[in-house]
Nanobody, 122 residues
Framework: QVQLVESGGGLVQPGGSLRLSCAAS????????MGWYRQAPGKQRELVAL???????NSADSMKNRFTISRDNAKNTVYLQMNNLKPEDTAVYYC????????????????WGQGTQVTVSS
């Protein structure tokens, strides 16, 4: 069993910062990709940023200059540093991971965290 647990969400004023964390635990052989998606009220879930095991990243253009993703492979943890937050960043942020769980086969499964609320408001 694999679990992704997010933390770090909360209420901040416009222009403020937050750092989200997501730790993966359970039966893990390797983690190929970790990252973040978000879903605002009335909108579809959208990509925020992804980071692969080698360190390369992919992020949405609208957030590249404000959000930074990083990863600690030893801790199976991914972070999202969010700066200069705007009201339109208000959403539930979901951790994502693509994980190989067994030595005996190379199947990779997708996992999602329960989400953490980020609210940007004055």
């Amino acid at each position: 069993q694999v679990q992704l647990v997010e933390s770090g969400g909360g209420l901040v004023q416009p222009g403020g910062s937050l750092r989200l964390s997501c730790a993966a635990s359970g039966s893990i052989f390797s983690i190929n990709v970790m990252g973040w998606y978000r879903q605002a009220p009335g909108k579809q879930r959208e990509l925020v940023a992804l980071i692969v095991s080698g360190g390369n990243t992919n992020s949405a253009d609208s957030m590249k200059n404000r959000f930074t993703i990083s990863r600690d492979n030893a801790k199976n943890t991914v972070y999202l540093q969010m700066n200069n937050l705007k009201p339109e960043d208000t959403a539930v942020y979901y951790c994502y991971a693509a994980i190989r769980i067994r030595v005996t086969d190379s199947i990779v499964y997708s996992y999602w965290g329960q989400g953490t609320q980020v609210t940007v408001s004055s």
